[in-house]
């Protein structure tokens, strides 16, 4: 993999207003493995991403900001392991029947999405509330949107709580279907239940142990965490996650 690009920020008004780009270029080079295991030799791909980003300071306790950025991608884009069911007409040739073929994705993709959050502190009950929405829409007719929300709860100087809500929706792109019929007559195809058109719901909650807060005596520069998540979606996929964590900083 290639990473590389540059960034800028441009800070007014004693830095409430901060205005940002940035560009990146991400080359990848992989082996294709297809559905049957066999390694296709080498293949490659390449996006190119533009980020502009603008956060405001509304007021001592409220901040906004908001991000725009567009992707091009190129060269082969599909999960080469991936595979598509397939019906097969009778001809003259050849019977009809049933088998999988792989996945065919366009050879280049534009994207892009829109974001914006605001962020409120109570500083008389020391919670945090954040509210985001993110707008997405590609060349390939997909559309999504995104609302979540996330609220940080101080139970005493180094213990917080913090909950999280999300809901997502978004269309299939042109080139998804549950199967083919003739596939060599479809040039691209995808049965990924990622790209299907779904509506998805996530809620989670963690608690926090951040010791670079507590007590003189037990004071460190590492934190703990315990976490829950919930994830679930109208296409039969649910997920239940239960996580430990640990941070430390040097």
């Known amino acids: 993999?290639?990473?590389?690009?540059?960034?800028?920020?441009?800070?007014?008004?004693?830095?409430?207003?901060?205005?940002?780009?940035?560009?990146?270029?991400?080359?990848?080079?992989?082996?294709?493995?297809?559905?049957?295991?066999?390694?296709?030799?080498?293949?490659?791909?390449?996006?190119?991403?533009?980020?502009?980003?603008?956060?405001?300071?509304?007021?001592?306790?409220?901040?906004?900001?908001?991000s725009f950025g567009t992707t091009e991608q190129w060269g082969m884009l599909q999960t080469t392991w991936n595979s598509v069911v397939a019906y097969q007409s009778e001809t003259d040739e050849q019977e009809a029947g049933v088998f999988r073929t792989g996945e065919v994705f366009p050879k280049s993709r534009n994207r892009n999405a829109f974001f914006v959050r605001l962020s409120q502190h109570v500083p008389s009950s020391r919670t945090t509330a954040k509210v985001g929405y993110r707008?997405?829409?590609?060349?390939?007719?997909?559309?999504?949107?995104?609302?979540?929300?996330?609220?940080?709860?101080?139970?005493?100087?180094?213990?917080?709580?913090?909950?999280?809500?999300?809901?997502?929706?978004?269309?299939?792109?042109?080139?998804?279907?549950?199967?083919?019929?003739?596939?060599?007559?479809?040039?691209?195809?995808?049965?990924d239940s990622d790209l299907e058109a779904l509506i998805s719901r996530e809620a989670g909650l963690k608690l926090v142990f951040d010791r670079s807060r507590a007590p003189a005596t037990i004071r460190s520069s590492d934190s703990f965490d315990a976490g829950y998540l919930r994830y679930q979606r109208d296409n039969g996929l649910s997920i239940d996650s239960w996580s430990l964590g640990y941070g430390r900083t040097f």
């Open 1 to 66: 993999s290639f990473i590389a690009g540059p960034a800028f920020a441009l800070k007014l008004f004693d830095e409430n207003t901060v205005l940002g780009a940035n560009a990146v270029v991400i080359s990848d080079g992989f082996d294709p493995h297809t559905y049957t295991g066999k390694d296709a030799g080498f293949a490659a791909r390449t996006a190119f991403s533009v980020n502009l980003t603008w956060l405001q300071v509304l007021s001592p306790t409220t901040l906004l900001d908001a």
């Open 135 to 191: 707008f997405y829409v590609d060349e390939n007719l997909v559309l999504a949107h995104t609302v979540e929300a996330q609220v940080f709860q101080y139970l005493g100087p180094f213990l917080y709580v913090r909950a999280h809500g999300r809901l997502h929706t978004q269309t299939a792109p042109d080139f998804w279907f549950p199967y083919v019929v003739d596939p060599a007559e479809r040039d691209r195809r995808s049965s």
